[in-house]
């Protein structure tokens, strides 16, 4: 409890401050992107900047590869074939982001000074979640007609790496301290499909194409500071 106290403490000193340079506190952006996996993301976030050139940043990802991933085949004994009963559980990604924020000294633009440009450098981390995911396999007899499912069969995958780093850096061109547009590039080692490569079913292994060196994306964002 004493620590919870120091911490709201802190906070609310921060925010006073903030306060007495007569700037944006707070700032609120949603971006999307597109990232070397194939996939598209979004990624709303919350930005405290008690002080002019830092701050610290939390996002949400969501993250959805362009086309489902399908698993389907034969068993091993010929008899049934199998595919998997819901396809969004492979093809989508979910994390959590915190990130300190550094900002460069704005250039500042315009005839009454209404418009500033700056870039921003954001190292942190990624955690990813659940950290396993269940599959469900269906399968049917392995003959000509139309059948309903024989049996369901239920996979846990591999545990995902729960952590990775990432870099951010961005420029962004802020409108009479209010309304923030925003390019971003992000360098992660981040594999989206963590835990999931190594997932085994009736003796087969889940071909989801190589694994990057690294995990890149581009991002364009709106936000607003108040």
Known sequence: MRGIFVIILLICGLSVYGQTEKR?????????????????????????????????GVSFLFSKSLDDIHLNGVSADKKFHF?????????THLACRIAPQFYTPSWILGHDQEYALYLTFSPGITCSFPPTKHITLAYFPNS??????HHYEDLRTSRAEPLSFQLKTSVSLEIEESLIISLGYTLSNLDPYSGVRETVFD????????????????????????
């Open 24 to 56: 944006p506190l707070w700032k609120i952006q949603l971006e999307g992107a597109l990232d070397n996996y194939d996939r598209w993301e979004v990624e709303p976030s919350v930005t405290f900047q008690p002080f002019k050139y830092a701050g610290i």
């Open 144 to 149: 000509t007609g139309v059948w309903a499912p």
């Open 83 to 91: 595919e998997l009963n819901d396809e969004k559980v492979l093809s």
């Open 203 to 226: 003796g087969n292994m889940l071909n989801l194409g190589k694994k990057h060196p690294f995990f890149h994306s581009n991002s364009i964002g709106i936000g607003v500071g108040f």
